[in-house]
Structure formats: C-alpha cells, structure tokens
C-alpha cells in the first residue's frame, strides 16, 4: 500500500541533545513537508522541499534541520537550538503545483515529541 | 498576509444531524484551492473535501459538502447524517496557485453525540 511512514511514534529527549525524526513516503511525490503542532494552534510549516537536494525554510525554522537526499526521505533533526521542541510533528507529501488540480497533501501518522 | 480563520473553537452535534462549520481566508489572490481536513483522536490528518476556487459548482463529497462564497472569502464545511466517527478535530486549509504551501486556520473541534 502507498503511503507515508513516521517514525518512531513518540520520542522522548533530554534536553541539549539533538534527534532526528524520519519520513519515508513511496507515493512518488516530488515534494515533502514538515509541520509542528501545538494545541490549540492549526499546523505551522517548518521546512518543505519541492525536490531531491533542495529544501526551504517554513514559517518556524529555527531551531530545525532537514535532507533531502532522495526522493522517498525527508528526515527532520531537532537540534539543541530549538527553545520549546515538544509538540506533535507531521510530514506531508504531494505531488508539485505543476500536477494541479491534483496536489493535495498527504500526512504520516506524527511523532510525539518530548523534552524531558 | 494570507490567513485562514475559524471561529468556531466547538462544536456539537447530535448523532443523524446537521451541522456546518465556519471558514474565512483572506487573500489578494485570484487563484487558489481550499482543503478541509479531518484529524480524528489518532491524529492522522485526513483529506475530507477540496475546492478549487475557479469552479463555481460547491464540491460535494458523500455526507460532505462546502459552501463556497469567494466574494466573501468563506468556504464553510456542511456535514449532513452526522456520524460518531465524524468527531475529530477539523482544520480549513488554503494553497494559492503560485506556491506547494499549504495555510491552516486553528481548527474546531467537534463532538458528535449519540
């Protein structure tokens, strides 16, 4: 079955240590996202890549790092930057605006995230 | 700025009722597509209904439809038959034509009731 796979589902952290969060996604999407949710706010981007070997920053960057080393993989790293890292974190992917109408964006199940 | 805005933090419903729920978008843009998205207690984000905002005819998904008034900026979320699975959290979503980013409002959280 296509689809999207997080992992691992949650995550805990000790505070000043980095940790990378993996997605995976065989749906042959070229573009992949990452978002931070926290509750009661909707889904804030943080990073996303449209293609292999480039990536933007969202509107929450900081504190964050990504890869795009091929077209399945989009792994997240939180790094020590990062102020107030728990939350809930979704990867996404869709096909480029160049498939519209068709480009809706398809989640991963999420990793929980905690700082201890 | 782009921004969605849903107003309605709750809601309820009765099982096999009606209920809509409200969304605004502000854009300067001609061209764009709006989402809405069903996020159940699993989490997993769901695609329930889109529309483009060059069609003129509301979509129309099963129990799910929208109503699309692009002059006002609204695109509210009607959910007919209501169902105990329909509990979740749904968030309103807008893409312009010019870029793959997707803008969320906060969602509202809706409680369907036996």
């Known amino acids: 079955d296509g689809g999207i796979t997080q992992s691992p589902k949650y995550l805990f952290r000790k505070e000043g240590q980095n940790v990378t969060l993996s997605c995976e996604q065989n749906l042959n999407h070229d573009a992949m996202y990452w978002y931070r949710q926290d509750p009661g706010q909707g889904l804030r981007l943080i990073y996303y890549?449209?293609?292999?070997?480039?990536?933007q920053k969202g509107d929450i960057a900081e504190g964050y790092s990504v890869s795009r080393e091929k077209k399945e993989s989009f792994p997240l790293t939180v790094t020590s930057a990062q102020k107030n890292p728990t939350a809930f974190y979704l990867c996404?992917?869709?096909?480029?605006?160049?498939?519209?109408?068709?480009?809706?964006?398809?989640f991963g199940p999420g990793t929980r995230l905690t700082v201890l | 700025a782009q921004t969605v805005t849903q107003s309605q933090p709750e809601m309820s419903v009765q099982e096999a009722e009606t209920v809509t729920l409200s969304c605004t978008y502000d854009t300067s843009e001609n061209n764009y597509y709006l989402f809405w998205y069903k996020q159940p207690p699993s989490r997993q984000m769901i695609l329930v209904i889109r529309?483009?905002?060059?069609?003129?005819q509301n979509a129309t998904e099963n129990r799910f439809s929208v109503n699309f008034q692009k002059a006002a900026k609204s695109f509210s979320l009607k959910i007919s038959d209501s169902q105990l699975g329909d509990t979740a959290m749904y968030f309103c979503a807008f893409m312009t034509d010019n870029t793959d980013k997707l803008i969320f409002g906060t969602g509202t959280r809706l409680q369907v009731f036996p």
């Open positions: 529309q483009e905002a060059y069609k003129q």
């Open positions: 890549s449209q293609i292999v070997n480039d990536f």
């Open positions: 996404a992917s869709s096909r480029t605006r160049v498939a519209r109408p068709y480009n809706e964006q398809f």
